[in-house]
Each structure stands twice: as C-alpha cells, then as structure tokens.
C-alpha cells in the first residue's frame, strides 16, 4: 500500500501543474464572470456595485446588442453549414482516390495551411476585398464588370456574405481529415457488400458513409454553434463591426463593453447569456443527432 501510495503521490505532483493552470486560466475567468454580471464593474476605478439583473435588462434596451443578433445568426447557421458540408465533400473525394500514396500526399495538403497563423489569413482576404487592389475588384475589371466592383467589407450589403465567402473553398484544416477517419473506419465487409449491391458513388455516401460518420457530423454542428456564437475575431481585425453596425455581433460587442468602455459587468452578462445559448443548443443537438 505504501507503495502504492507513493506512486500515486508522483503521479498526482506531476499533474498538480497542468491543473493549476486549467483552474487560473480555465476555470476561475468563467466563474468569476458569472459573478460579475451581477455587478457593475469599471476596471479603471475598481468600483463594484452589485445591481442585481439591471444589467440583463439593459440587454432588452440594448438596440446595437439586439440588432447584431441577425447577423450573428447568418454567421452561425451559414458557418455551420460550411462547415459541415465542405470537409465531408473532400474527405469523401480523397476517400475515393485509389492511390494510397496520392490519398497520403492529399491529406498533408490538408494540413500545410495550418503553420499559417489565423489572423494571417484574415489579412491576406482583407487584401483580396480591396476596393481599389483587390484580387476580386480586378478580376471583374478584367471581364468587364466593373459595374459590379465595389468595397466588399465597407458596403453594408456584401459585408456579411463576404465574411461568410472567407477561407474558399473551407477545404484546409483537420475537418478533413476527422471525417476521413471515420470513413476509413468503416468495416470493408460493409464496403465491399454496398459495392456488390449496387452502391455506389453518391448512393453509397448517403447510404452507407453518412449514417456511419453521424458521430463526427456532430461534433461538427455542436463546435460550429459553440465557434458561431462566440466568434468575432473578423469584426475585430477587418470591419470593427461596420459599416455602421452591419456587420457586429454579440461577442465583439462584449468586448467593446469590456476592453473598449471598462463596463465588464455588463460584458460579463452578455457572456452569460453567450455561455446559456451554446448550453442549451449542445443539448439539443446531442438529444436529437444520434449517433451509432
């Protein structure tokens, strides 16, 4: 038993620092934000003033909070759908390829893009929307259509879909790969009996493939709605929310009231609010998707 003991003694110490760092970084911010949403709370003079759900009802006045809502919604179903779709499209065409060396060269293409830091990437499709330089504007020039030419991230009306249009063809990343494992672990018996019957090609995905993969799909649907409520790192290095305020979204307008106007017991309810909403739809979507 001592020995035992001892053992265990290590293990834990040797864990002591990992958990440390969940508990300060991890877990204390969130549960201190449930606390502080219930008090106003300027950072600059350190003043606490408990007022109860004052703060949840100025969300109901809030006409700028209220009215980034449709916008985040666009964003989240739209990228959710993205990214959903587009991964298990690549992943089944890779899937399809017979060559094991080529299916090995493809799925590290997949992953080259990710030594490209993300807000590299928002940079580069910045310069493609430019108005005067950007890729797209000049390819219109070049066919003709310089009717359609316009600033795609300072025009109200194309703000969203070009945010949403970002990362063409949303083929780079792990989301490939992932539903590639699930498709190679599909038992070759099932395989080779959808074949025999007469399976194949888009029979065989919607047949066999995607009631095989439901796992990996929602895990999907469950990260693009947590990703899609709390994102807004494209309003914070490209539009800032604009024009005007067509472009804002909840989350970059918790952090104006945070980081921008020091009211961090109002940011902290909308956060709140943010947590409950991503809560609440991971329920759903685990009850209702299920898996094998």
């Not at 108005?131 to 070049?142: C, K, M, R, V």
């Not at 066919?143 to 194309?158: A, F, I, N, P, Y």
């Amino acid at each position: 038993m001592s020995r035992k003991w001892r053992e265990s003694i290590q293990a834990y110490l040797l864990l002591s620092p990992i958990f440390a760092g969940l508990i300060v970084f991890s877990y204390y911010p969130p549960l201190r934000g449930l606390v502080t949403a219930f008090f106003e709370w300027n950072a600059a003079g350190d003043t606490w003033t408990y007022v109860g759900v004052d703060n949840f009802t100025k969300m109901a006045q809030d006409q700028v909070l209220i009215d980034s809502i449709p916008n985040m919604l666009i964003l989240l179903f739209g990228g959710m759908i993205i990214g959903v779709t587009a991964p298990l499209i690549v992943a089944e065409l890779i899937f399809f390829v017979k060559n094991e060396r080529l299916k090995y060269y493809y799925r590290v293409m997949m992953l080259l893009p990710l030594v490209i830091p993300g807000v590299v990437g928002m940079l580069v499709w910045n310069f493609i929307y430019d108005p005067n330089i950007g890729l797209i504007n000049s390819l219109l020039h070049a066919v003709g259509l310089d009717e359609w030419r316009r600033g795609w991230l300072s025009d109200s009306r194309t703000v969203i879909g070009s945010l949403l249009f970002m990362g063409f063809p949303w083929a780079a990343g792990i989301g490939p790969l992932i539903y590639l494992s699930g498709l190679m672990s599909i038992p070759t018996e099932v395989l080779d009996s959808a074949r025999m019957d007469g399976a194949n090609g888009l029979k065989r995905v919607f047949k066999i493939d995607l009631p095989l993969i439901v796992g990996q799909i929602k895990f999907f649907i469950v990260m693009g709605m947590i990703g899609g409520l709390q994102q807004f790192g494209q309003q914070l290095v490209l539009t800032n929310g604009g024009p005007g305020y067509s472009s804002m979204v909840p989350g970059y307008h918790m952090y104006l009231q945070a980081f921008t106007f020091n009211n961090f017991g109002y940011a902290s309810a909308i956060g709140l609010v943010l947590f409950v909403a991503a809560f609440v739809l991971t329920l759903i979507s685990m009850k209702f998707i299920k898996s094998n």
